[in-house]
């Protein structure tokens, strides 16, 4: 088996892990919003791309800045964001990276979406590329109006490298 093979082989295996640790995260969120919340469901997407240049890489933390979008049925909110890893190990150089969140409220009331995004968002975090690449980040916290991103996001990047461990987003409206 060649280092290709067995690398691609460790990553697929660390991003199931992350994978599978979403539903139990999921779950516990679920049953935190108490017995009278009612759901609203999905409101939007929010995707976050890279701002060349921003990347600081200190090998066990990391942080790089993003432009976010918030598309909802009430039209386009923008904000700025910071992700990273926060402790873990990251090997990666990376020229572009994107990624995607479903946004969900867990009520009907109305919400200011210029600003109902703002908080910070951690969890478990990993992302492989040789060329081209993907991972995963299983993500929960955020802001006290009953808003939160679907714990698991999709990233998709160009560069080199890997990363994995506590993965952070912190999004600030503009």
Same mark, same amino acid.
């Given at each position: 088996?060649?280092?290709?093979?067995?690398?691609?082989?460790?990553?697929?295996?660390?991003?199931?892990?992350?994978?599978?640790?979403?539903?139990?995260?999921?779950?516990?969120?679920? &049953?935190?919003?108490?017995?009278? $919340?009612?759901?609203? =469901?999905?409101?939007?997407?929010?995707?976050?791309?890279?701002? +060349?240049?921003? +990347?600081?890489?200190?090998?066990?933390?990391?942080?790089?800045?993003? &432009?976010?979008?918030?598309?909802?049925?009430?039209?386009?909110?923008?904000?700025?964001?910071?992700?990273?890893?926060?402790?873990?190990? &990251?090997?990666?150089?990376?020229?572009?990276?994107?990624?995607?969140?479903?946004?969900?409220?867990?009520?009907?009331?109305?919400? &200011?979406?210029?600003?109902?995004?703002?908080?910070?968002?951690? =969890?478990? +975090?990993?992302? $492989?590329?040789?060329?081209?690449?993907?991972? $995963?980040?299983?993500?929960?916290?955020?802001? $006290?109006?009953?808003?939160?991103?679907?714990?698991?996001?999709?990233?998709?990047?160009?560069?080199?490298?890997?990363?994995?461990?506590?993965?952070?987003?912190?999004?600030?409206?503009?």
């Amino acid at each position: 088996m060649n280092f290709v093979s067995k690398a691609s082989k460790l990553i697929s295996t660390l991003l199931a892990s992350v994978v599978m640790a979403a539903g139990a995260v999921s779950v516990a969120q679920a &049953d935190n919003h108490g017995e009278g $919340a009612k759901t609203k =469901g999905e409101v939007g997407v929010v995707t976050c791309n890279y701002i +060349k240049g921003t +990347k600081v890489n200190l090998l066990i933390h990391s942080s790089a800045g993003f &432009d976010c979008e918030f598309k909802h049925d009430g039209g386009i909110a923008y904000y700025e964001g910071e992700a990273g890893i926060g402790l873990g190990l &990251d090997l990666q150089w990376t020229e572009t990276s994107t990624m995607s969140y479903s946004v969900l409220a867990s009520t009907d009331a109305k919400l &200011d979406w210029d600003t109902a995004l703002n908080g910070t968002y951690t =969890g478990g +975090k990993a992302s $492989a590329s040789l060329g081209v690449g993907v991972g $995963a980040a299983v993500l929960v916290g955020g802001s $006290a109006d009953s808003v939160g991103l679907v714990p698991l996001a999709i990233e998709g990047t160009t560069g080199a490298g890997a990363s994995a461990g506590v993965g952070y987003l912190t999004l600030k409206n503009k």
